[in-house]
């Protein structure tokens, strides 16, 4: 079935280092990507997005490219602050419409030291 | 921007008691609504998906009984958890989803965090 593997958590960085969280998924159509962030005792925040192959999403300095190829949507960015620590999900939907659900990854929690 | 009210934000109740959980479309009509679960670290698991004026669709393993969810209208969905126990004990979010918008229709309330004691 249809299905987000993202990589486990938690993730711990300092302060201005490098941001990589892993993304892959199973899908039997073409699906649309998303990034959503988690912060503290709160619900779920759209990150960003991609709707086909080698798009590239942006937001906040996160980036995340779909990669048909490979099947991952890999979440980057280059510089962490701690306002970044939050939860990470990666998801699809495999067709937008109002009855698509959306398929959720595990989630990876990402804490920042200042 | 789209906006979700979720209502209660956390609440306590006695095991036994049943408790209603509130989602609101604010400022658009949303004639589908999800409700989710999520566990301590772990991600959300959908539940149901409630269509207005229908009945809603349950993902297996859910208890419709226990999970008793309501879309009278196009701005508001209800889950009530009926004779609630400890294990029911949960993260809850709705999510609503905004017809025209492709996909970043899909826009979530703030949660609700319930405790059986």
């Known amino acids: 079935g249809d299905s987000v593997t993202q990589m486990e958590g938690p993730v711990t960085l300092s302060e201005e280092a490098f941001l990589t969280i892993n993304c892959t998924y199973t899908a039997t159509g073409y699906p649309s990507l998303f990034w959503y962030v988690q912060y503290p005792g709160e619900g779920l925040q759209l990150l960003l997005k991609a709707t086909k192959a080698d798009d590239k999403g942006s937001n906040k300095g996160f980036e995340a490219t779909y990669r048909k190829e490979t099947t991952s949507f890999h979440l980057e960015k280059g510089s962490v602050q701690v306002s970044d620590s939050a939860v990470y999900f990666c998801?699809?939907?495999?067709?937008?419409?109002?009855?698509?659900?959306?398929?959720f990854g595990s989630g990876t929690r990402l804490s920042i030291r200042p | 921007g789209a906006v979700v009210s979720q209502h209660p934000s956390w609440v306590i109740c006695k095991s036994g008691t049943s408790v209603k959980i509130e989602c609101r479309s604010l400022?658009?009509?949303?004639?589908?609504m999800f409700w989710y679960r999520q566990f301590p670290k772990q991600s959300l698991m959908l539940m149901a998906t409630?269509?207005?004026?229908?009945?809603?669709?349950?993902e297996q393993g859910v208890e419709k009984d226990k999970f008793l969810i309501n879309h009278a209208s196009l701005t508001l969905s209800t889950l009530t958890v009926t004779s609630a126990h400890p294990e029911d004990s949960s993260f809850y979010i709705c999510s609503a989803y905004r017809v025209g918008e492709g996909i970043g229709g899909y826009t979530f309330g703030s949660g609700t965090r319930l405790t059986v004691v």
């Open positions: 998801a699809l939907v495999l067709e937008y419409s109002s009855a698509s659900k959306i398929i």
């Open positions: 400022d658009f009509q949303a004639t589908t």
């Open positions: 409630s269509n207005e004026g229908s009945k809603a669709t349950y």
